[in-house]
């Protein structure tokens, strides 16, 4: 195998799957280091304007909303189109079938313990902790804390030492987010930053990206009547290339009545939270210290080996991601055990 493949394991099959990068020669050669000496074109690549260029030429523009371009994308990327919502003949843009809906109350069944934390989105995950005395413990790796949650934000102490996990989306991924837990809503505000891609290979080369790009953080307190009981929980939503926006659309009823997100507001573990709009992004969730135990499967898949992960180049063990799908099990109350 290549160094330069990346591979994820399937959590329903075990299964170790070859990721198919999209345009991963340009990225590599953007974020390349021999590139160093010419930081503008890296910077310039990151910017809003070319971001938005992208995400036009990509799914807006005439050209790839062609029949036979849009049946390759489907072919490929293994969408699975019974889980549309709607009629299959108004998704006829590359756009649309981005920002889909789907009917996840069938699809993405929800954990039966009503305490469980759930993934909040379709993606592929690596779990971790800011406390060095842990097995999960790595050092600035994806994003540097506190700047994470943004200059001078007053919930840095309250995550400090605590456990995360890192959502990668992918473009061919259902890019709606979903509540982690039940709680109510303690802050939320942007954090302005820049557009760098989230493919693996930019996020070995770039120093903690994560915490460099345009996000927004929401601060969950599920200490309170009618929630998970698990803490606070901080939900960042990052932007990343050919990403122009985070459109906040919580509905408690499926997809109806969505609204934009709002202090004091009570969030429903698993409902909608917001869509990204066109291109791969990232979540991050950051959890208060001993008050969560993550799921077996993804701390086991973690640091199997004969993986290759672009991820585990820089380290001296094994770092393989999970695909994980949304509202699916993704830890539970520290008080409960192993799960």
Request: glycine share 6%; hydrophobic share 35%; aromatic share 10%.
């Amino acid at each position: 195998m290549s160094q330069s493949e990346h591979h994820y394991i399937d959590r329903a099959s075990g299964n170790v799957v070859r990721e198919h990068l999209l345009g991963n020669s340009v990225i590599s050669a953007l974020y390349s280091p021999a590139l160093e000496k010419a930081p503008l074109l890296t910077w310039l690549a990151s910017s809003r304007y070319v971001s938005r260029m992208l995400g036009y030429l990509n799914y807006d523009n005439v050209l790839s909303s062609r029949a036979t371009g849009m049946l390759k994308f489907l072919r490929d990327s293994g969408i699975q189109l019974s889980e549309f919502v709607g009629n299959l003949s108004e998704y006829d843009t590359a756009r649309k079938i981005f920002e889909r809906q789907i009917r996840y109350w069938n699809c993405r069944p929800m954990p039966v313990n009503p305490r469980a934390i759930v993934c909040p989105c379709d993606s592929r995950a690596l779990i971790g902790s800011m406390k060095e005395s842990s097995g999960l413990y790595l050092k600035q790796k994806f994003f540097s804390f506190p700047e994470l949650l943004g200059d001078g934000s007053p919930w840095q102490h309250s995550f400090e030492g605590g456990d995360y996990v890192v959502f990668r989306l992918t473009p061919e991924k259902y890019h709606y987010t979903h509540s982690p837990a039940s709680g109510r809503v303690l802050d939320f505000y942007s954090v302005e930053g820049r557009y760098f891609p989230c493919n693996p290979n930019a996020a070995v080369q770039l120093m903690t990206p994560v915490s460099k790009n345009r996000r927004v953080v929401t601060i969950l307190e599920t200490d309170c009547p009618n929630g998970s009981a698990v803490g606070r929980i901080a939900m960042i939503e990052v932007v990343a290339l050919m990403i122009g926006q985070i459109e906040q659309r919580y509905s408690e009823d499926r997809y109806e009545s969505p609204r934009s997100m709002q202090t004091g507001m009570m969030l429903r573990a698993g409902a909608p939270k917001a869509l990204f709009r066109p291109g791969s992004s990232t979540v991050v969730l950051l959890f208060q210290p001993n008050r969560i135990q993550f799921a077996n499967d993804l701390i086991d898949n973690q640091h199997r080996g004969g993986v290759q992960s672009r991820f585990s180049l820089t380290l001296d063990s094994p770092l393989a991601e999970t695909d994980v799908a949304v509202r699916s099990l993704l830890a539970l109350p520290a008080e409960e055990g192993p799960c």
